[in-house]
């Protein structure tokens, strides 16, 4: 029964929210009774074209925005829930290039490999995954 009830409440929220909204778009008019004023005498000028038929230049003003929806990855399964300890640049890899605009901040929570990646120089350093397909690097000294 539960089942029954959320399809039907989909179905009117889907109907007034979508559905409706469009047609008024698209210059149909939901009450064609109240929009019909045209004058008797151009519907006797013009009697091949219905009296109630949208004309072709009617674009709709505004277009319905249409939400879309990226997939995103997957939490990596060996990755553990670690603090984030103090504030620092995101790096693409261990001891390289640091991401413009990318900062982590002390208090951030992010789910991180739970072992460190040694760099070249020495240096320890952590990849988390932060929602995007690539898993920038942070030195192991800022995450608990």
């Known amino acids: 029964m539960n089942a029954r009830w959320t399809l039907l409440i989909a179905a009117a929220l889907l109907l007034v929210f979508v559905v ?41 003003s505004v277009l319905p925005i249409v939400p879309f ?5 997957d ?8 603090v984030i300890i103090c504030d620092i ?19 951030q929570t992010f789910y991180a490999d739970p072992f460190d990646t040694i760099a070249a120089d020495g240096s320890h350093w952590t ?3 932060d929602g995007a397909f690539a898993y920038p690097f942070i030195p192991s000294v800022c995450v608990q």
């Open 20 to 60: 409706s909204p469009l047609h008024t778009a698209y210059g149909q008019d939901p009450n064609p009774s109240s929009s019909t004023s045209t004058s008797t005498s151009s519907s006797t000028s013009s009697s091949s074209t219905p009296s109630n038929s949208t004309p072709s230049n009617s674009a709709p």
């Open 69 to 73: 929806v990226e997939p995103s990855p």
């Open 75 to 82: 939490i990596p399964a060996a990755y553990v829930l670690r």
């Open 89 to 107: 640049p995101v790096f693409e890899n261990p001891a390289s290039v640091v991401i413009p605009s990318a900062n982590v901040f002390a208090g």
């Open 127 to 129: 990849q988390f995954f």
